[in-house]
């Protein structure tokens, strides 16, 4: 079956959000979700220098499904898929949400590409199907916007 995700805003702040992994992609992660003042923490076997020198709490420590406990979101960075599916089940379990790095058919969300300047955000999203074309409408966005109404 088709997925179909519903563009929303949701108040992360102050929300604990989890990485788990913490490699490159995580890192991306964890930039993007900073800019939105969350609580974000991040387990992985081995986290990276820029996870470590980001102003986050980190743990370098295995998967395990009770340390989802507490967490609105989740985000797996792990790029192991059989572990991805644990998790996406455990987080389904503990009633968190869970969003799959690169893999939609196991996202029960996904984040669209944003621009944000002040108090206005703009999100486009694909439904997850086409990832480059929302950056590239973001971008277009982006460029119109800072021309017409953002100027210094």
């Known amino acids: 079956m088709k997925k179909k995700y519903l563009p929303i805003s949701i108040d992360i702040t102050s929300q604990k959000i989890l990485i788990i992994g913490g490699g490159e992609s995580a890192y991306k992660k964890l930039k993007i979700l900073q800019r939105f003042d969350a609580q974000v923490e991040v387990i992985a076997i081995e986290v990276c220098n820029e996870i470590k020198s980001a102003g986050v709490v980190w743990f370098e420590t295995a998967y395990r499904k009770e340390l989802l406990k507490g967490y609105?979101?989740?985000y797996s960075?792990?790029?192991?898929?059989s572990l991805d599916r644990q998790i996406l089940a455990d987080g389904k379990e503990m009633g968190v949400l869970v969003n799959i790095h690169d893999n939609p058919n196991l996202c029960?969300?996904?984040?669209p590409a944003i621009f944000q300047n002040g108090k206005i955000t703009v999100a486009v999203g694909s439904n997850a199907?086409?990832?480059?074309g929302s950056i590239r409408i973001r971008n277009i966005i982006?460029?119109?916007l800072t021309e017409k109404y953002f100027k210094n």
């Open 129 to 132: 199907e086409d990832v480059y």
């Open 108 to 111: 029960q969300f996904v984040s």
């Open 77 to 81: 960075c792990t790029n192991n898929e």
């Open 72 to 74: 609105l979101i989740l």
């Open 142 to 144: 982006e460029e119109f």
